[in-house]
């Protein structure tokens, strides 16, 4: 079982560059997101998506777009890279809300990208 | 969403328990407070989560006060693996899918 897989885990980009951070998961859960991670800050919620279709924006949405096919797939692209963009990504993924559901979050490994 | 406030950091013996503050005072009463954990710069983990009633796992037990307005996420037998940032959460629990992640507080444990 892998869980929620982010690919690359690495990437390094100039100012302009467009990129498409992937994330999958294999869990068949309804919620993913994505998260940025700056050094010594917590993690801010960037998009997120409660299922095929569907998304919607989190605190810091500029320069990002999501798009959600399928269940399994939840792409973050970055349109135009800059120099504040540089962070480690997450992704993440639940089951739907439900009443007494636990409403875990799985988080992937990350990717750390730097923009220069 | 309520907000959190945690210690910045904390330090704690290896094989005593590691109490863990978390102040939630304009949390409703349809938010649950959540516990995730950041071992070095991995993705963070689930530890535990609960509404009213005090909870315990595997993992650690979660201490709810009264009115709800702080909470406690004890680590009963601190190990140096539990050095980690632990991240107190409050989040509606229905509807809405926004965890709020704050600074969190930097664990360690001390051999």
């Known amino acids: 079982n892998a869980g929620v897989t982010q690919t690359p885990k690495f990437q390094v980009l100039k100012t302009g560059q467009s990129m498409t951070l992937q994330c999958a998961q294999d869990m068949n859960h309804e919620y993913m997101s994505w998260y940025r991670q700056d050094p010594g800050m917590g993690l801010r919620l960037i998009h997120y998506?409660?299922?095929?279709?569907?998304?919607d924006q989190g605190e810091v949405p500029n320069g990002y777009n999501v798009s959600r096919s399928t269940t399994e797939d939840f792409p973050l692209r970055l349109l135009s890279a800059a120099p504040s963009q540089t962070s480690v990504y997450f992704c993440?993924?639940?089951?739907?809300?439900?009443?007494?559901?636990?409403?875990?979050?799985?988080f992937g490994a990350g990717t750390r990208l730097s923009v220069l | 969403d309520a907000k959190t406030t945690q210690p910045p950091s904390m330090d704690c013996a290896e094989g005593r328990a590691a109490n863990l503050p978390c102040n939630h005072s304009t949390i409703s009463g349809n938010e649950y407070v959540y516990w995730y954990r950041q071992i070095h710069s991995q993705g963070p983990q689930y530890i535990i989560h609960?509404?009213?009633n005090n909870e315990t796992n595997e993992m650690a037990s979660l201490i709810i006060t009264e009115d709800r307005k702080s909470s406690t996420l004890i680590l009963p037998h601190a190990t140096l693996r539990d050095t980690a940032v632990y991240y107190c959460?409050?989040?509606?629990?229905?509807?809405?899918?926004?965890?709020?992640f704050g600074t969190g507080t930097r664990l360690k444990v001390l051999a």
């Open positions: 998506s409660v299922g095929a279709g569907i998304t």
């Open positions: 609960g509404l009213k």
């Open positions: 959460i409050v989040r509606v629990g229905q509807g809405t899918y926004k965890y709020i």
């Open positions: 993440a993924s639940s089951y739907r809300d439900s009443p007494g559901a636990k409403n875990i979050q799985y």
